[in-house]
Antibody, heavy 123, light 105 residues
């Protein structure tokens, strides 16, 4: 059974960097079958895709966040991470890591999500 | 960026009734569209992938249809546990979500 687990500080000060890690169990982030995503949800709001990476090293960022974002991976730990710089209160949200799959002209959806971690930006 | 517009924002129904939710894309997404259910305090759950295919373990009362720019999620015979928020999501080079439709009693 595949599981994703987010970890990181729940409170970040304005202008600092938000850093989160997603630990994957039951699957390999380098198996080439899935895209590994970060997605967030502002309080009482909808879902916003942040970024993904693919095993080949391709990363793709939401253009509205790209200038502040870095996604990196640690295959030895089967983890991928998110760094969001210069945060403001507008970055307060629940952050999810999740996997999705697009292959052979079929979109399989985001089939596994982490439980989500709440990050508050406040001094 | 592709924008997904969901309607209605809120749907008030009773158990046993049929729910019809709409998702419209600003440009064609072929069938690269999925639907999710989200309950308070939980991560979204995949219901429908590739516009019309039910995900593993999803009851047959959930069905999806459409291609291109117009999509529909139908819940035939609402159960008490179906009252939740539903999101559509497209997959191109990037991913985007609709604003959500709340199905309430």
């Amino acid at each position: 059974q595949v599981q994703l687990q987010e970890s990181g500080p729940g409170l970040v000060k304005p202008s600092q960097t938000l850093s989160l890690i997603c630990t994957v169990s039951g699957d390999s982030i380098t198996n080439g079958l899935y895209y590994w995503n970060w997605i967030r949800q502002h309080p009482e709001k909808g879902l916003e895709w942040i970024a993904y990476f693919f095993h080949s090293g391709n990363t793709y960022y939401n253009p509205s966040l790209k200038s502040r974002l870095t996604i990196s991976i640690d295959p030895s730990k089967n983890q991928f991470s998110l760094n969001l710089r210069s945060v403001t209160a507008a970055d307060t949200a629940v952050y999810y890591c999740a996997r999705d799959r697009l292959r052979s002209a079929v979109y399989f959806g985001i089939d596994v999500w982490g439980q989500g971690t709440t990050v508050t930006v406040s001094s | 960026d592709i924008v997904l517009t969901q309607s209605p924002a809120t749907l008030s129904l009773s158990p046993g009734e049929r729910a019809t939710l709409s998702c419209r894309a600003s440009q064609s997404v072929s069938t690269y569209l999925a639907w999710y259910q989200q309950k308070p305090g939980q991560a979204p759950r995949l219901l429908i992938y590739d516009a019309s295919k039910r995900a593993t373990g999803i009851p047959a009362r959930f069905s999806g249809s459409g291609s291109g720019t117009d999509f529909t999620l139908t819940i035939s015979g609402l159960e008490p546990e179906d009252f939740a928020v539903y999101y559509c999501q497209q997959r191109g080079t990037s991913l985007t979500f609709g604003g959500g439709s709340k199905v309430e009693i």
